[in-house]
Nanobody, 114 residues
Framework: VQLVESGGGLGHPGGPLRLSCAAS????????MSWYRQTPGKGREKVAS????????YYADSVKGRFTISRDNSKNTVYLQMNNLKPEDTAAYYC????????WGQGTQVTVSS
């Protein structure tokens, strides 16, 4: 299982960023995919998740209405569109799948600053 995140960087308050997670080594269309984030000294927070067909989606309260998770099973990729960024969104963002085994990408840093 390999998960590779991309798209992080410097974002501005109120602006957008789009994260991507390219998956390989398993049948991508089967499991739920999730995005987590972590800041120094804190545990990982689940930001969003999407079921295999996209019919079941979860968002943390802190990002509802601003972030959108989506997936393209033909490209083995899950996305996180982040709009109206806030400084408190600054974190390392990780892609996760719990199946076939709990697996994480290396993370991509998002820094929101003016």
């Amino acid at each position: 299982v390999q998960l590779v995140e991309s798209g992080g960087g410097l974002g501005h308050p109120g602006g957008p960023l789009r994260l991507s997670c390219a998956a390989s080594g398993f049948t991508f269309s089967w499991p739920t995919m999730s995005w987590y984030r972590q800041t120094p000294g804190k545990g990982r927070e689940k930001v969003a998740s999407i079921s295999n067909t996209g019919g079941l989606i979860y968002y943390a309260d802190s990002v509802k209405g601003r972030f959108t998770i989506s997936r393209d099973n033909s490209k083995n990729t899950v996305y996180l569109q982040m709009n109206n960024l806030k400084p408190e969104d600054t974190a390392a963002y990780y892609c996760n799948t719990a199946s076939p085994r709990d697996s994480w990408g290396q993370g991509t840093q998002v820094t929101v600053s003016s």
